[in-house]
Nanobody, 125 residues
Framework: VQLQASGGGLVQAGGSLRLSCAAS????????MAWFRQAPGKEREFIAA????????HYADSVKGRFAISRDNAKNTLYLQMNSLKPEDTAVYYC???????????????????WGQGTLVTVSS
């Protein structure tokens, strides 16, 4: 599986961005997909995950109500709509995928087998 993240950039606080992650190489709809982020000097942090087919979603408390994860299985693409952005949202954002993940593991980076290259989001105050 290959993942290609895009859509990062510079935005003012309060603004919005939409990240995309294009997947190829395996049946996309059978995977659990997620977004993580990593700020300088910090550990990789879970943001959101979306499950196979039915699309159940899970969010970190820090982004709940501001970010929305979605997927288009026909286009093999994962999205992260980010609204009301804050300076503390500044980080490199990564998409990840796994085909065997269970619910209790969705927030753990080490449980994902496939990663995109990351896209930088910078939020200015």
């Amino acid at each position: 599986v290959q993942l290609q993240a895009s859509g990062g950039g510079l935005v003012q606080a309060g603004g919005s961005l939409r990240l995309s992650c294009a997947a190829s190489g395996r049946t996309f709809r059978n995977s659990v997909m997620a977004w993580f982020r990593q700020a300088p000097g910090k550990e990789r942090e879970f943001i959101a995950a979306i499950f196979r087919n039915a699309g159940a979603t899970h969010y970190a408390d820090s982004v709940k109500g501001r970010f929305a994860i979605s997927r288009d299985n026909a286009k093999n693409t994962l999205y992260l709509q980010m609204n009301s952005l804050k300076p503390e949202d500044t980080a490199v954002y990564y998409c990840a995928a796994d085909f065997n993940l269970i619910l209790s593991s969705v927030r753990t980076p080490d449980q994902y087998d496939y990663w995109g290259q990351g896209t930088l989001v910078t939020v200015s105050s």
